[in-house]
C-alpha cells in the first residue's frame, strides 16, 4: 500500500475515518471485520458509506 498520490487519477484510497465520529468509527470497524474474514464486497461497501457520509461533516 503506497500512500503516494497519482496525479489525475480518481482517488481509490480508503476513506479516512473522522476521528470523534461515532459513525465513521463504527463503519471503519465494520470494514476492518470484513476485511479480517475475507468480505470486500462489504468491506467496500463500507469505503462507500465512509466517503458518503464523510461529506456531511463540514
Ligand atoms: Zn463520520
Not at 25 to 38: H, K, Y
Amino acid at each position: 500500500m503506497s500512500p503516494a498520490p497519482l496525479m489525475g487519477a480518481p482517488s481509490l484510497e480508503p476513506p479516512k475515518p473522522v476521528p470523534g465520529c461515532v459513525e465513521c468509527l463504527r463503519l471503519a470497524t465494520a470494514r476492518l471485520n470484513a476485511r479480517t474474514r475475507g468480505d470486500f464486497t462489504t468491506a467496500t461497501d463500507c469505503d462507500i458509506k465512509i466517503r458518503k457520509h464523510g461529506q456531511g461533516h463540514q
